[in-house]
């Protein structure tokens, strides 16, 4: 089974609007850490914005916040006021404290346009 | 700033070649990684390493091997590259650290080309 989940294959979203990108995971670790990571055209990964499993508030980086809802098991991406700049493959990812390795797990990542 | 560098940004090679892809970082990191990407599949796990002469097997091992004889340095070895390794390469290293909060940083890919 999946344990990280990205529906969302691309989007397309008009600059200055918000942006909601969609993952879920699936873990039975009780402790666990939610990254989002921005891969532009040139391909480097960009580290965005950081959640923990026992974190209280939602994390906000800039523009960039993590709407967490633990129950749910979700872990969306919101951009907000979108810029052209924000046109990018999106990936979430999770690391579980039981993996003693600590080895990042990956979901297939979402293609984000912006339109002018 | 965190400088993970890969050596090549593009590289073509031929069927049956052995393919060095080498990776390093000026952070002093423990763990160091090689993902390769597909469009759909996100990043796989070929190898890690949490240690100098230390690595372990990811998700798809198989048809590649590494070395990591100095902390900095972790290289991605093809022993015969194949044409369904044509792919993009990254590598990324991190803090041993607490599990959760340490983000791995990534090089900026190389995208290879088996022919």
């Known amino acids: 089974a999946q344990k990280i989940t990205q529906t969302q294959p691309g989007m397309f979203v008009q600059e200055k609007e918000a942006v909601t990108l969609d993952c879920t995971y699936d873990t039975s670790d009780p402790s666990y850490g939610l990254f989002w990571y921005k891969q532009p055209s040139s391909g480097e990964m960009i580290f965005l914005i950081y959640q923990g499993s026992y974190d209280q508030q939602n994390a906000t980086e800039g523009r960039y916040s993590l709407n967490f809802q633990k129950a749910r098991k979700s872990a969306n991406l919101v951009i907000s006021a979108s810029q052209l700049g924000d046109s990018a493959m999106y990936f979430c990812a999770m690391r579980e404290v039981m993996d003693s390795n600590y080895q990042l797990i990956w979901g297939a990542g979402t293609k984000l346009i912006i339109k002018p | 700033d965190v400088k993970v560098t890969q050596s090549s940004r593009y590289l073509v090679k031929r069927t049956g070649e052995k393919v060095f892809l080498e990776c390093v970082q000026d952070?002093?990191?423990?763990?160091m990684f090689w993902y390769r990407q597909d469009p759909g599949l996100g990043l796989r796990l070929i190898y890690f390493?949490?240690?100098?002469?230390?690595?372990e097997k990811g998700d798809i091992p198989e048809g590649y091997s590494v070395s990591r004889e100095k902390k900095e340095r972790f290289s991605l070895i093809l022993e015969s590259a194949s044409t369904n390794q044509t792919s993009m390469y990254l590598c990324?290293?991190?803090?041993?650290?607490?599990?959760?909060?340490?983000?791995?940083?990534f090089g900026q890919g190389t995208r290879l080309t088996v022919v």
């Open positions: 390493s949490y240690d100098v002469k230390m690595k």
């Open positions: 990324a290293s991190s803090f041993l650290g607490q599990a959760g909060s340490t983000e791995a940083f």
């Open positions: 952070m002093d990191h423990e763990n």
